[in-house]
């Protein structure tokens, strides 16, 4: 167990659905950052949020949002869904933001978009 | 902002034999680098680091090399076991966006 959890670890749903990713950060992280891992691929930056903040962000569709709420968890939501988006999510925490702050992952949520 | 190009994309090798997988980056700012292993159905998972101002670094089979002058960085893995197969992904720190910026990956198989 890392200390990082995500919920749900599947998901199946329809095109055009919208669905809610959770995560909870390692105690003591304040920094969320949020990856997609298409099949076989490497893991693509979507968003990142330090202290509720949102901090940066990567290729992230304007389908999808996320925030970090003030007991540091966070959701990562998906709407108009394709079947692209199937894929595996994953979040990491890292207690600040700066180099030499080593992510932490979660064992991912398993979206399949049918 | 940072690039980061990791190879090989496979890598097959025969247990008790090394593995040396090498990565590449692109901006002479970033000063941490680290490695994660992903094994099937898990999240990645921080293996070693190392930070800019040493050259090298060894964790028991494990050890990350980095030439700062080259902008290159490798994971080297001695005595190849099969809990070594996995996908194995280098990072380098991204100044400019404050995060990490990861390889593509390499999928390591070690053949018993």
């Known amino acids: 167990d890392s200390g990082v959890t995500q919920t749900p670890k599947h998901l199946i749903t329809a095109t055009g659905q919208r669905v809610t990713l959770r995560c909870s950060p390692r105690?003591?992280?304040?920094?969320v950052y949020w990856y997609q891992q298409s099949l076989d691929q490497g893991l693509q930056f979507l968003i990142q949020y330090y202290n509720g903040e949102e901090r940066a962000k990567g290729n992230i569709l304007e389908r999808f949002s996320a925030q970090q709420f003030p007991d540091l968890h966070s959701e990562l939501n998906l709407s108009s869904l394709e079947l692209g988006d199937s894929a595996l999510y994953f979040c990491?925490?890292?207690?600040?933001?700066?180099?030499?702050?080593?992510?932490?992952f979660g064992s991912g949520t398993r979206l399949t978009v049918v | 902002g940072e690039n980061v190009e990791q190879h090989p994309s496979t890598l097959s090798v025969q247990e008790g034999d090394s593995a040396v997988i090498k990565c590449t980056y692109s901006d002479s700012a970033s000063n941490y680098f680290p490695w994660y292993k992903q094994e099937l159905g898990k999240g990645p998972q921080l293996i070693i680091d190392i930070r800019s101002n040493v050259g090298e670094k060894k964790d028991q089979r494990i050890a990350v090399t980095l030439n700062k002058t080259a902008k290159h960085f490798s994971l080297h893995i001695t005595e190849t076991q099969p809990e070594d197969s996995a996908v194995y992904f280098c990072?380098?720190?991204?100044?400019?966006?404050?995060?990490?910026?990861f390889g593509t990956g390499t999928r390591l198989t070690i053949i018993p």
């Open positions: 990072a380098a720190w991204d100044f400019g966006n404050e995060k990490l910026t």
């Open positions: 105690s003591g992280d304040l920094s």
């Open positions: 990491a925490s890292s207690v600040t933001v700066g180099p030499g702050s080593g992510y932490t």
